[in-house]
């Protein structure tokens, strides 16, 4: 089953509200209602966006609830977890009891994700806003956003500090990731490398249920590669998940240049919203987090294609596999000959504008590229939440025939009410987990 060209958009409201609804636990909405019982630290950013087209209030909750597990070091843990649900690996696995950094009373993974919360802030403030000025009629939703943001400016500051700092101990520029779950692209090839030189010496019992949660085991990833990912675990466990110990023993530790463009727009739109409330100290090293990202980003462009890379900083060379990833200029901007280069190649034939797919946007891997799986996970389906960050991102650059092109494609594909996590790019079928919250959640703000 395809979408139609032309959706209706009053039924992929109503049906995206549905889904949030079902998928809300109360002051966390699941990222998913079987697949992923849980809130993930960057769905839950692009949910509370979505969240916010519904209730501002409960869009605040939601980033409140996040907010709440970050760790005194300033980190964000990727998952937080909610009682009594089933998931690997769960909180006996990362054995983040003890950890100090941890606030006590919520159980946490013991690594993050891409920093996308300053993003949904900004755009929370922005739809609160819509709704009336303060003091005025209507204003009520504008001036909790504002009081919320008062709090979690300097709690988001403390977070793109340690990403700028913890996660860049050889001052390289690039945000270091120590597993591939940190990217939010798991599987994707640009890991390959660093993965295939990780030896796993013992293989852990896996208890997935991932792979019976998905109509094909092939959409995820395989159990060697989950071999891997545990290992890593492991290993940051053994050193109680201190940052300086964890950097000298993982056997994964690479410049994700990704992430870092991710950080150079987040430190922005938090230094935006810092300026905006007068908390003048923040602002100022918000941009410098942003300058020496967005650096880092642009000095990771191969001369000769003209696209991103990352850094494998445990071997000291560039990883050039090209991905969606490759793009990120397109995120952070800075260079405006490296921006149009990257543009001509993400919407020409190798990728949005390859003539095989069912819908004009950008795969996570070419379909020429000799390890296109389009069914597989992040090494070559399409995922919605990408689509609208690229495309929030073209907004902010001015670059908005393109952005509309792509919101258009996005809905259409979005049509069939089924909210994948992922699509078939070929075909347009949906994949992984349906009912996927941040896939409803940019749903509704591309329709409000
Ligand atoms: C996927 O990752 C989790 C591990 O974090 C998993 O496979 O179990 C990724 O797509 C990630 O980016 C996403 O945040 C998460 C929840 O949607 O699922």
Request: hydrophobic share 45%.
């Amino acid at each position: 089953t395809t979408a139609p060209l032309d959706p209706d958009l009053d039924a992929l409201g109503r049906a995206a509200r549905r889904v949030l609804a079902r998928n809300d636990l109360g002051t966390m909405v699941a990222a998913a209602p079987r697949l992923y019982p849980h809130q993930w630290s960057w769905d839950a950013a692009f949910i509370s966006v979505g969240l916010a087209r519904v209730s501002v209030p409960r869009a605040l909750t939601e980033l409140r609830s996040l907010l709440a597990a970050q760790w005194s070091t300033g980190m964000i843990p990727h998952i937080v977890f909610s009682p009594g649900t089933s998931y690997f690996p769960g909180p006996d696995v990362w054995g983040t009891d003890g950890v100090g950094a941890k606030p006590a009373g919520v159980q946490t993974s013991g690594i993050c994700q891409p920093p996308v919360h300053a993003i949904a802030l900004a755009r929370i403030l922005r739809i609160a806003a819509e709704q009336g000025e303060e003091g005025e009629e209507g204003g009520e939703a504008l001036a909790e956003a504002r009081a919320f943001a008062a709090d979690a400016v300097p709690r988001l500051a403390a977070w793109h500090r340690w990403l700028s700092t913890a996660r860049d101990p050889d001052g390289q520029g690039l945000v270091q990731v120590h597993h591939g779950w940190e990217s939010g692209m798991d599987n994707a090839p640009r890991w390959d490398a660093a993965y295939e030189a990780i030896r796993v010496r013992q293989e852990q019992q896996l208890r997935r249920h991932d792979t019976a949660l998905v109509s094909d085991v092939s959409e995820r990833p395989s159990d060697s590669e989950y071999q891997r990912y545990l290992h890593l675990v492991a290993q940051m466990r053994s050193v109680g998940y201190d940052d300086r110990r964890v950097a000298e023993i993982v056997d994964f530790r690479v410049g994700d240049v990704f992430m870092t463009a991710i950080l150079a727009v987040a430190a922005e739109e938090l230094a935006a919203v810092g300026r905006d409330l007068g908390l003048e100290k923040e602002v100022a090293d918000q941009m410098d987090i942003a300058a020496r990202a967005r650096a880092a980003v642009l000095a990771s462009v191969a001369p000769d294609s003209g696209l991103c890379r990352d850094w494998d900083a445990r071997v000291g060379a560039w990883t050039g596999a090209e991905s969606l990833a490759s793009f990120s200029v397109l995120l952070c901007g800075g260079d405006a000959d490296a921006y149009a280069r990257q543009r001509t190649v993400l919407t020409g034939p190798r990728w949005a504008g390859h003539p095989g797919l069912r819908y004009a946007l950008p795969p996570t891997l070419s379909p020429d590229d000799p390890g296109f799986q389009p069914r597989t996970y992040w090494r070559g389906p399409v995922w919605p939440v990408m689509n609208w960050l690229f495309w929030w991102a073209l907004e902010r650059h001015g670059d908005h025939a393109l952005a509309d092109r792509w919101r258009a494609q996005g809905l259409a594909q979005l049509g069939d009410l089924a909210f994948g996590e992922y699509y078939e790019p070929l075909t347009g079928e949906p994949l992984g987990s349906h009912e996927q919250s941040w896939t409803a959640a940019i749903a509704l703000d591309w329709i409000a």
